[in-house]
């Protein structure tokens, strides 16, 4: 599968942004997918990931009850709707794939086996 981040940009402390992540391919909904940041001078980090379905979720303590992830299946398109944005949350996004059973380690990026190229989110104090 291949994936193609989209969304980001420049926004100032306390707005918002929608970040898409389109994959190719009919198999879409037999991956689970995740979204990860990195910042400069820092590693790679966990924010989000939502399973095949969509009906479990899970987030990083730092962006819970900010940002919400949400997948079409239909339009074989993830999302991650960034709320309350902070300047901590400037980084690179990337989104990522894996369609291995269950949902543990979703928080890793070794989970992951297809990423996206990222997307640069910069948000303003």
């Known amino acids: 599968v291949q994936l193609q981040a989209s969304g980001g940009g420049l926004v100032q402390a306390g707005g918002s942004l929608r970040l898409s992540c389109a994959a190719s391919?009919?198999?879409?909904?037999?991956?689970?997918m995740g979204w990860f940041r990195q910042a400069p001078g820092k590693e790679r980090e966990f924010v989000a990931a939502?399973?095949?379905?969509?009906?479990?979720?899970y987030y990083a303590d730092s962006v819970q009850g900010r940002f919400t992830i949400s997948r079409d299946n239909g339009k074989n398109t993830v999302y991650l709707q960034m709320n309350s944005l902070r300047p901590e949350d400037t980084a690179v996004y990337y989104c990522a794939a894996h369609s291995r059973l269950g949902g543990s380690y979703y928080y890793l990026p070794g989970r992951y086996d297809y990423w996206g190229q990222g997307t640069l989110v910069t948000v303003s104090s």
């Open positions: 939502i399973m095949r379905s969509g009906g479990s979720t």
């Open positions: 391919g009919r198999t879409f909904s037999s991956y689970a």
